[in-house]
T-cell receptor
């Protein structure tokens, strides 16, 4: 059990560029969540997968955001045409047999210039 | 909709002393869970303690314990014998429903003074 991993840890991009983040959940965890955390705030829910199925998306997830979890393993979060307001920490979490308890990765910090 | 409120943006405690962090919540779920997570500076979110709402007994994990008052929708965290390593942002969170998504408060920044 190596924990939830996320890559890259930091990403700096220019406004209008596309970025993609990856999350590898704890092995055999079937639920995977994405959250966004801005400075001074608690994380906010973005989207949730059970196995490969994306079951819920927040209103925060605009059309520029897309997430996938092919084969129910790792997940990717893509942001198209980034805006300065997208600057935040993007957190991934997973849960397994105890579905109510989520374990977080270290996050990807995005800075949009 | 679920909401979580942490009314203390910052708290401080002397090393070896006890501190209590406050949290209130509102929920439409009949079956739910409450959590305290710790986020040290520039480090990842760590689960501190978990409480199942249907259990009356307060959860305890070593120096960490909660005071869960279901009727009052209150869920406070007590840290005993505070250590320098306890310094972090502490988030109270709620999950419920079939998706178990977490709703977080804004956090309380805990400083531990030597």
């Amino acid at each position: 059990d190596t924990g939830v991993s996320q890559n890259p840890r930091h990403k700096i991009t220019k406004r209008g560029q596309n970025v993609t983040f990856r999350c590898d959940p704890i092995s055999e965890h079937n639920r995977l969540y994405w959250y966004r955390q801005t400075l001074g705030q608690g994380p906010e829910f973005l989207t949730y997968f059970q196995n490969e199925a994306q079951l819920e998306k927040s209103r925060l997830l605009s059309d520029r955001f897309s997430a996938e979890r092919p084969k129910g393993s790792f997940s990717t979060l893509e942001i198209q045409r980034t805006e300065q307001g997208d600057s935040a920490m993007y957190l991934c979490a997973s849960s397994g047999v105890r579905a109510d308890t989520q374990y977080f990765g270290p996050g990807t910090r995005l800075t949009v210039l | 909709a679920q909401t979580v409120t942490q009314s203390q943006p910052e708290m401080s405690v002397q090393e070896a002393e006890t501190v209590t962090l406050s949290c209130t919540y509102d929920t439409s779920e009949s079956d739910y869970y409450l959590f305290w997570y710790k986020q040290p500076p520039s480090r990842q979110m760590i689960l501190v303690i978990r409480q199942e709402a249907y259990k009356q007994q307060n959860a305890t994990e070593n120096r960490f314990s909660v005071n869960f008052q279901k009727a009052a929708k209150s869920f406070s965290l007590k840290i005993s014998d505070s250590q320098l390593g306890d310094a972090a942002m502490y988030f109270c969170a709620h999950s419920g429903g079939s998706n178990y998504k977490l709703t977080f408060g804004k956090g309380t920044l805990l400083t531990v003074n030597p």
